[in-house]
């Protein structure tokens, strides 16, 4: 079993800054690609960032320019900075993570959440 814990949210103004983390433990061989998703209320999930392995990095429209999204492989840990904050990105961010278990078995991994709200 895989676990993704997640930290780094909270309550900021806009204009502001959050760093998100998402560090993975349990039965790793290898991470594949991560990346983070949000859900606002009342909204579906959707992809704000992710990263290959190699560092291959793709965004949203909406975020680009504004959110940078790292990893640290020998952590099995991903980043996601987020600058230049707005209401609109207020939501609960979630990590999600390809992982390859020591078997050779291959299962994506999410993490509880955690609720990112900028204030007006």
């Known amino acids: 079993q895989v676990q993704l814990e997640e930290s780094g949210g909270g309550l900021v103004q806009a204009g502001g800054s959050l760093r998100l983390s998402c560090a993975a433990s349990?039965?790793?061989?290898?991470?594949?690609?991560m990346g983070w998703y949000r859900q606002a209320p009342g909204k579906q999930r959707e992809l704000v960032a992710r990263?290959?392995?190699?560092?291959?990095?793709n965004y949203t429209d909406s975020v680009k320019g504004r959110f940078t999204i790292s990893r640290d492989n020998a952590k099995n840990t991903v980043y996601l900075q987020m600058n230049s904050l707005k209401p609109e990105d207020t939501a609960v961010y979630y990590c999600?993570?390809?992982?390859?278990?020591?078997?050779?078995?291959?299962?994506?991994?999410w993490g509880q959440g955690t609720q990112v709200t900028v204030s007006s």
């Open positions: 349990g039965s790793i061989f290898r991470l594949e690609s």
């Open positions: 990263i290959t392995r190699g560092g291959y990095t």
């Open positions: 999600n993570a390809g992982v390859l278990n020591p078997k050779f078995q291959f299962a994506a991994y």
